[in-house]
């Protein structure tokens, strides 16, 4: 049985950080592609960063313009995912998805994740 869970999430003013990170159960990270995606008020989810094949292959939406970056620690099955930057814009529900690496399937697609945690709320003022 798969789980992620979301953590890190909460309030902060426009230029500074959060740092979310999303534990997995049942669930190999190091062999599985991991992702955020984020979900603001009447609009659809739409990807925010990958990692897959041990860390070694990441992408990013190109929203992100280098204020995010997204980690893996295999030993402790977390994928972080450090903001920087952060914009009023980037106010969202942020999700963690885990998926096959399959080489046909976008790593910024909702569509190429199996299983999803529960969520956590990020709000930039």
């Known amino acids: 049985h798969v789980q992620l869970v979301e953590s890190g999430g909460g309030s902060v003013q426009a230029g500074g950080s959060l740092r979310l990170c999303c534990t997995a159960?049942?669930?190999?990270?190091?062999?599985?592609?991991t992702a955020w995606f984020r979900q603001a008020p009447g609009k659809e989810r739409e990807g925010v960063a990958a990692?897959?094949?041990?860390?070694?292959?990441?992408s990013y939406a190109d929203f992100v313009q280098g204020r995010f970056t997204i980690s893996q620690d295999s030993v402790k099955t977390t994928v972080c995912l450090q903001m920087n930057n952060l914009k009023p814009e980037d106010t969202a529900v942020y999700y963690c998805?885990?998926?096959?690496?399959?080489?046909?399937?976008?790593?910024?697609?909702?569509?190429?994740?199996?299983?999803w945690g529960q969520g956590t709320q990020v709000t930039v003022s």
């Open positions: 159960s049942g669930y190999t990270v190091s062999v599985k592609r």
């Open positions: 998805a885990g998926g096959r690496p399959l080489w046909d399937a976008s790593p910024l697609a909702p569509s190429s994740y199996d299983d």
């Open positions: 990692i897959w094949y041990g860390g070694s292959s990441t």
